[in-house]
């Protein structure tokens, strides 16, 4: 028993803190590592809450009509790819990404106030409209985010760190996959789904002014 729980619990984590101890020795890299984490956190959220946002703002059976959120997400993701790709070289990426994650916040809010103003209102074509364009750009913003956090992640991780880097990537993303599940969760449960988004979005924006503060001096150089 006492073997299992060292390698199985005991040596991961002693790993765990010697791999997040690199990522965090380099600020750009910490910064990068960041944001993927809440890029990809933020897509949990909106997968987790396409029932109940098919249910409020659609109607109908959510297997029939749950695609007009999904697809649109993945054609604005799309685009963000493209987009990032006409981006000049000498673009400044981590004020880029703070700028998308600060846009990506207010899209959030928006999303948020628009369903609690229309909510027990009876559904027509302009509220799908707006539903599809807003998630639409939050699918864009979120794919500019993601992409650029990655190309400055590669830009300051060298061959010798890379694995235990991208290690240390991976398990972040394992837990932003659970905690907006559990969260937003609670908040459709205890609220409903408009207090849902809106209140994550607010989140995201103070967590936006945040990195903004934290990082002006020496990541925003990157």
């Not at 659609?58 to 649109?72: A, F």
């Not at 990537?169 to 659970?178: D, E, P, V, Y």
């Amino acid at each position: 028993m006492g073997w299992t729980l060292k390698v199985w619990v005991v040596q991961p984590l002693v790993q765990l803190k010697v791999n997040w101890k690199l990522v965090r020795e380099v600020p750009s890299r910490y910064f990068s590592v960041l944001q993927i984490g809440v890029s990809q956190g933020l897509m949990y959220i909106l997968i987790t809450l396409v029932p109940a946002l098919t249910t409020t703002l659609i109607g109908g059976k959510l297997e029939n009509n749950s695609y007009l959120l999904i697809i649109p997400v993945g054609i604005g993701m799309f685009f963000g790819i493209v987009v990032v790709n006409l981006f000049p070289k000498r673009l400044n990426l981590a004020r880029t990404i703070i700028g998308c994650l600060i846009m990506a916040s207010l899209m959030l809010v928006l999303f948020g106030t628009f369903i609690g103003l229309v909510r027990g209102q009876p559904i027509n074509h302009l509220y799908v409209i707006i539903v599809v364009m807003i998630v639409g750009i939050f699918g864009l913003l979120n794919a500019i985010i993601a992409t650029l956090s990655q190309t400055l992640l590669q830009y300051s991780t060298d061959d010798t760190n890379r694995g235990r880097i991208f290690g240390s990537l991976q398990m972040l993303i394992n837990f932003g996959a659970a905690l907006p599940i559990f969260i937003s969760g609670i908040l459709t449960d205890v609220l409903n789904v408009g207090w849902s988004i809106l209140i994550i979005g607010s989140a995201l924006f103070v967590y936006s002014l945040v990195v903004l503060s934290k990082w002006r001096g020496s990541a925003l150089k990157s």
